[in-house]
């Protein structure tokens, strides 16, 4: 086959071409051949082409113009379909990649209500009157972020790869596997936080603002930041004491004094009261439960015990004590 090449390259050359020889360009062999006997030709301008070199150049350029069409049909082809490809895998990686998207769910109690919440990672919450509580349907890899307005006990399930915190208003506490107690007054004058087991973290903003602190609380502490302040105090508290109120039907308190009862009595009744300042400092404690009673019936109570006056407006919704 090699000699025959050559006898029709040469025949080409000459211009004597059998009639049915042209169909040998459609062999690649027969164009390679072509090609490199070409190339042995000195380069010339085209015009300057006898018509014997003409015809061999016509009919090289001619089949390398088809079949370079026909590469790059071929490779445009390819390219689109691994472009194609390309798209596929990169959409579906970038799906797989983007960060986890749950649906937000929010959970809210009334008046002398409290609900129990099982998170997806198996943390239980316990969530006090009149508070909300925001969570993911269900947590990322890397976190477990909540937010709270309220009072709220949480029994944390451990995940050292991805910490639980819980966000209040600017205020942030940090769990690993542990169990605290938060609450929130009506007035959002403080963040307290009580813890029963294991270790948290509270950071919340410095006395300037213009940075952020960070706190580790131990069991049987509580920490209370004023935000109106800024200042911080921690001081040791019997911790199962103070969260019986998780367990019971109602409201518990034992020897405590009106700094402490007063803003949870507004939480589990939903209203708003306003101590004189003289009240407050009397020092008096009490030790009372609460189930259904009405609010006037434990202000009534109160007053009985320790002389302290109260009254309330039309609305029912502001108390006065004095």
């Known amino acids: 086959m090699k000699r025959n090449l050559k006898e029709w390259i040469e025949a080409c050359r000459q211009g004597d071409i059998v009639s049915d020889d042209p169909d040998l ?38 089949q390398l113009s088809l079949q370079k069409a026909q590469v790059r049909m071929r490779l445009y082809r390819r390219l689109c379909v691994a472009a194609s490809l390309f798209i596929v895998l990169l959409g579906g990686y970038a799906f797989l990649q983007k960060p986890e998207e749950s649906v937000r769910c929010e959970f809210s109690t009334g008046n002398q209500d409290k609900r129990e919440v099982l998170l997806s990672d198996g943390t239980r919450v316990i969530l006090g009157p009149n508070s909300r509580f925001g969570y993911p349907e269900r947590f ?86 004023d935000r109106t302040t ?57 030790t009372f439960k609460i189930t259904d009673e009405s609010l006037d019936h434990i202000l009534n109570l109160i007053q009985s015990s320790s002389g302290i006056k109260w009254q309330k407006d039309a609305s029912g919704c502001l108390y006065w004590l004095y």
């Not at 910490?163 to 938060?182: H, N, Y």
């Not at 403080?190 to 602190?213: F, N, Q």
């Not at 109602?250 to 003289?278: A, C, H, M, T």
Request: aromatic letters at 8%.
């Open 140 to 225: 990322g890899s890397d976190e477990r972020r909540v937010v709270l307005d309220g009072q709220a006990f949480f029994q944390v399930a451990p995940n050292s790869s991805a910490p639980f915190s819980v966000d209040v208003d600017g205020v942030q506490v940090t769990a690993l596997g542990t169990s605290f107690e938060i609450f929130v007054p009506t007035d959002r004058h403080c963040v307290e936080t009580i813890l029963r087991t294991g270790k948290v973290r509270i950071d919340h903003p410095s006395a300037d603002g213009s940075a952020t602190e960070s706190h580790v609380l131990l069991p049987g502490r509580r920490l209370t930041f």
């Open 25 to 62: 360009l459609s062999d690649e062999r027969v164009t390679r051949e072509l090609m490199r006997q070409w190339d042995r030709v000195p380069e010339t301008r085209d015009e300057s082409l006898d018509p014997i070199k003409r015809i061999v150049w016509n009919r090289i350029s001619g």
């Open 230 to 286: 800024r200042n911080t105090t921690v001081e040791p508290i019997d911790a199962v004491r103070y969260t019986e109120w998780i367990s019971d039907t109602g409201q518990s308190f034992k020897n405590e004094r009106l700094q402490f009862i007063l803003p949870r009595l507004e939480r589990w009744y939903g209203v708003e009261i306003r101590p004189d300042e003289g009240v407050l400092g009397r020092g008096d404690r009490f």
